[in-house]
């Protein structure tokens, strides 16, 4: 069993800028992918990022040239930087990590919120 714990969300104007946080639990993190989703209010979930296990990152549309995804694998750690945050940001975001590689095991975090307003 893997833990999963989000943190770093809250109430942000538009324009600024919040540092996700995801912590998991296990011995064999580096060999995580690691991928951070939301979900807004009455829409489906959604994936914002994702970074495997050799450091190769992914990035929806949306995120592109605002939010950077980042791992740390001595401290079992994966960031989200999100920068010049829109309303339309504004969701639960959770963790997702899946073990070996991407052919293993799915856990998820309980997420964190993120409102985006003036």
């Known amino acids: 069993q893997v833990q999963v714990v989000e943190s770093g969300g809250g109430l942000v104007q538009p324009g600024g800028s919040l540092r996700l946080s995801c912590e998991a639990s296990g011995a064999s993190f580096s060999n995580y992918v690691l991928s951070w989703y939301r979900q807004a209010p009455g829409k489906e979930r959604e994936r914002v990022a994702f970074?495997?296990?050799?450091?190769?990152?992914v990035y929806a549309d949306s995120a592109k040239g605002r939010f950077t995804i980042s791992r740390d694998n001595a401290k079992n750690t994966v960031i989200l930087q999100m920068n010049s945050l829109k309303p339309e940001d504004t969701a639960h975001y959770y963790c997702?990590?899946?073990?070996?590689?991407?052919?293993?095991?799915?856990?998820w975090g309980q997420g964190t919120q993120v409102t985006v307003s003036s």
């Open positions: 970074i495997t296990n050799t450091g190769n990152t």
């Open positions: 997702k990590v899946r073990l070996r590689g991407g052919t293993g095991p799915t856990y």
